[in-house]
């Protein structure tokens, strides 16, 4: 079992939509949390760093739930250039970070 | 700052040649982190270097990839000799050792052997 399981989708929504990720890991002692975007045939960038009391950035709130070990990024109000993939980031020893294969988000006009 | 430099940002070679990829890392961090990113296996760390010890090579494929980072500010990843199912993007990151910010990646070398 990997270690980091999202759901591929793709998720195809109308702009202005809210859609939800969630990813689920599997170790318990996982430490840090992070959700990542890669638009086609680029380079990951940090979206944002996932906390215990969840976090909000503009249109972006991420959370985490450490019984159930999954994690959720919600992308309210959704743009055009949202479109990409989102990967969910999952830390063990602090050093390594371990990559779920990424949910692909498709915004239409 | 410039990021995170790979070279080069392509290649392709023909099986059983070398190839050696090339990374710059952000200055001040001191933890360098060598993923391959496939469609089928997502991305997988090869190995990882803090303040230039490798830490971590499990991820190494076989004994035909090698990595080093002779100084904080370069590191090389070979495969010798290449595969076809070498074909990936090899990316590059770098961190400050705690990694609670993340990592950086570099632009990536897309690896085609043929």
């Known amino acids: 079992r990997k270690e980091v399981e999202q759901d591929p989708g793709p998720f195809n929504v109308p702009e202005g939509a809210t859609v939800a990720f969630n990813c689920t890991y599997s170790?318990?002692?996982?430490?840090?949390f992070f959700w990542y975007r890669q638009d086609c045939r680029k380079e990951p960038k940090l979206l944002m760093s996932?906390?215990?009391s969840g976090n909000e950035d503009g249109r972006f709130t991420a959370q985490l739930n450490r019984a159930s070990q999954y994690i959720s990024l919600l992308i309210r109000d959704s743009k055009l250039s949202d479109s990409a993939t989102y990967l969910c980031v999952v830390s063990n020893s602090g050093y390594a970070l371990n990559f779920g294969k990424g949910t692909s988000l498709l915004v239409t006009p | 700052d410039a990021g995170v430099i790979q070279s080069p940002r392509h290649e392709v070679t023909e099986m059983g040649q070398e190839v050696t990829l090339r990374c710059k890392p952000i200055s001040g961090h001191n933890s360098l982190f060598w993923y391959r990113q496939t469609m089928m296996r997502g991305l997988e760390l090869l190995i990882y270097f803090n303040n230039n010890v490798p830490i971590d090579d499990s991820g190494m494929p076989e004994d035909r990839f090698s990595a080093k980072m002779p100084n904080a500010s370069f590191s090389t990843l070979k495969i010798q000799p290449s595969e076809p199912r070498d074909s990936a993007v090899y990316f590059c990151?770098?961190?400050?050792?705690?990694?609670?910010?993340?990592?950086?990646f570099g632009s990536g070398t897309r690896l085609t052997v043929v």
């Open positions: 990151a770098s961190s400050l050792s705690t990694g609670e910010d993340g990592y950086t």
């Open positions: 170790n318990s002692a996982s430490q840090s």
């Open positions: 996932v906390y215990s």
